[in-house]
């Protein structure tokens, strides 16, 4: 199975700062990596699938990068309703595998 | 609307049973694969297993391979995940969520881009 690997596990954050996690894939999965924000009590929201493609309606604060092993999410510009946990999962091979989150907290 | 919307969560004993439903509206069903993912109290996502389109395909994590099954009936635009000798670790939301594929070229690509609010499963005695 591919392991996803993340950093840093958790940051702490002011508003309208830039905040980047990275996601580390145990092999080559091409572009085939999404991020998701997932809230408490709500459900998992898709923000970029293939590595760097927005999903609609997501604010253009969020961008994704990277290809091969190495991939990276940033949120240009914090927000107080960017407080969250993000995951990276990839979707190269069966099993699809998540990262372990990343813990945005705001200032 | 594009809605999923996942039932049959409880209460069950340890190696005891249990059948978890995903309902799907506002989209063609039929047209994509579909996925059970879960996240147990203070842990991260866990993919737990997926189906093709017209059920010939299905895939599983290793943690449950052997005890859950996926099935769907497309023809009530519905997913299933019924889950056998429940162990006190699949204590989880267990959230339904529709695949949607892209190409690049001549690849293809797979998102979990539509998602339920999740039911919850506990197995404790």
């Known amino acids: 199975d591919i392991q996803m690997t993340q950093s840093p596990s958790s940051v702490s954050a002011s508003v309208g700062d830039r905040v980047t996690i990275t996601c580390r894939a145990s092999?080559?999965?091409?572009?085939?990596l999404a991020w998701y924000q997932k809230k408490p009590g709500r459900a998992p929201r898709l923000l970029v699938f293939?590595?760097?493609s927005l999903q609609t309606g997501v604010p253009s604060r969020f961008s994704g990068s990277g290809s091969g092993t190495d991939f990276t999410l940033t949120i240009g510009g914090l927000l107080p309703e960017d407080s969250a946990t993000y995951y990276c999962?990839?979707?190269?091979?069966?099993?699809?595998?998540f990262g372990q989150g990343t813990k945005v907290e705001i200032k | 609307e594009v809605q999923l919307v996942e039932s049959g969560g409880g209460l069950v004993q340890p190696g005891g049973s249990l059948t978890l439903s995903c309902v799907g509206s506002?989209?063609?069903?039929?047209?994509?694969?579909m996925s059970w993912v879960r996240q147990a109290p203070g842990k991260g996502l866990e993919w737990v297993a997926n189906?093709?389109?017209?059920?010939?395909?299905?895939y599983y994590a290793d943690s449950v391979k052997g005890r859950f099954t996926i099935s769907r009936d497309n023809a009530r635009n519905s997913l299933y995940l019924e889950m056998n000798s429940l162990r006190a670790e699949d204590t989880a939301i267990y959230y339904c969520?529709?695949?949607?594929?892209?190409?690049?070229?001549?690849?293809?690509?797979?998102?979990?881009?539509?998602w339920g609010k999740g039911t919850a499963v506990t197995v404790s005695s």
């Open positions: 969520a529709r695949e949607s594929a892209g190409n690049w070229g001549p690849d293809y690509y797979y998102f979990m881009d539509v």
């Open positions: 189906m093709k389109k017209d059920g010939s395909e299905e």
């Open positions: 999962q990839q979707a190269n091979n069966f099993p699809w595998t």
């Open positions: 506002g989209f063609s069903f039929s047209s994509f694969w």
């Open positions: 293939a590595s760097s």
């Open positions: 092999q080559h999965i091409s572009r085939w």
